[in-house]
């Protein structure tokens, strides 16, 4: 598929990764609101037409539409809409005008024609930006980078989600044509150990230290939290792309893993598979197979042995970098405490019927090898 007819239909993985956007922002925007009084940001650098032909609305008109629905968000939401193509910039123009109460915003939305490349990132390096989610879906990956990145995530914030192309990446690591391209995206260091560790791995291992380097190269960065969300193509064979998430604060990276965890189309006892793939449901005793909360289990007796915490500050240290959501962890503690793995303060016959409140405190048992080592 070229991008001259990247927005010819919409597909199911399309429709997940808008939702997806489009519910992100609006919690971003309604904390950000709340802790500063003056305006925020949503940019997206490859906006795309706003429509795809079979009228499927895209990302820029779905943010639109819940900043307009909200009085306070319409008073204070700047939004840069900005493409490549000249045909997208006008297309878009005549969406936003077309997009009931466009003329209650205070700012009207700003839809450029620029290319995505080093002069847009020596432009950004030395503003002190308001704060702003930045969304970054090119195609291909021409325009993506670290600096580029780097320049959103400096500033307070500042939460970033771009279009990672598996499918593109992959090959281009090994693709002297367009080493440039891959060094721009990981970083010189990160892309050179890139080329050196992957080659001749198998291909389920070589999507894993891929994606895992762009994280590292990420967290180098400052970006404390990152979370990729995978997507399949339709015979759910291969990965087509993920979309990453990059933030500097614990806040955000929660909510928007509950976002991915609802959006994911696999869960093994509860435990989201983060990744949409079409043809999911053809296999339900694969999936099934694999235990995940019993491996929670176990890894909360272990690490967090002969220590008495609450909850929260349980999911606080344990969740960065694992599948596991706060309901995840609530219920693998009442398990564990109905088993008599665990004891708890109230115990469960002073609370209410499967409930354990942020006031309750866990003690996990001291485990006999962490006796041994004393």
Request: hydrophobic letters at 35%; one cysteine or more.
């Amino acid at each position: 598929m070229s991008t001259e007819d990247f927005f010819e239909e919409s597909t199911e993985q399309s429709r997940v990764k808008a939702a997806i956007v489009a519910k992100y922002f609006w919690a971003w925007a309604k904390i950000v609101l709340k802790k500063q009084a003056g305006r925020i940001a949503y940019v997206d650098l490859f906006s795309g037409p706003g429509k795809y032909r079979d009228s499927t609305k895209s990302t820029p008109l779905l943010v639109l539409e819940r900043a307009i629905s909200d009085s306070e968000m319409r008073k204070r939401l700047v939004t840069i809409f900005n493409d490549s193509r000249e045909e997208n910039v006008a297309a878009l123009t005549g969406e936003i005008r077309r997009v009931e109460g466009i003329e209650r915003l205070k700012h009207y939305p700003v839809v450029e024609v620029a290319t995505v490349g080093d002069e847009t990132v020596k432009a950004l390096r030395d503003l002190r930006l308001i704060p702003t989610l930045l969304f970054a879906d090119p195609w291909g990956y021409k325009g993506l980078s670290l600096e580029l990145l780097k320049t959103f995530l400096k500033n307070w914030g500042c939460d970033c989600l771009f279009f990672f192309n598996y499918n593109r990446i992959n090959p281009g690591l090994a693709n002297d044509a367009v080493k440039a391209h891959m060094d721009a995206l990981f970083g010189v260091g990160h892309a050179e150990q890139l080329r050196r560790k992957i080659d001749g791995m198998p291909p389920r291992e070589r999507e894993a230290a891929i994606v895992e380097e762009l994280c590292d190269a990420l967290r180098e960065l400052g970006a404390k939290y990152v979370l990729p969300f995978c997507f399949k193509d339709d015979r759910g064979v291969r990965t087509s792309h993920h979309l990453v998430f990059v933030t500097k604060h614990p806040l955000g990276y929660g909510i928007m893993k509950d976002i991915m965890a609802t959006a994911s189309s696999e869960r093994q006892q509860g435990v989201a598979s983060f990744g949409y793939c079409p043809a999911s449901a053809i296999h339900p005793l694969l999936f099934e197979l694999n235990r995940p909360l019993d491996d929670l289990e176990q890894m909360l007796l272990r690490e967090f042995s002969g220590q008495t915490l609450s909850k929260q500050e349980i999911y606080d240290r344990h969740n960065v970098g694992r599948p596991y959501t706060m309901k995840n962890y609530r219920s693998v503690l009442l398990t564990m405490e109905a088993n008599g793995l665990i004891q708890t303060e109230p115990p469960r016959h002073k609370r209410r019927k499967n409930t354990l409140p942020d006031y309750a405190r866990v003690t996990f048992p001291k485990s006999r090898k962490s006796e041994h080592t004393q």
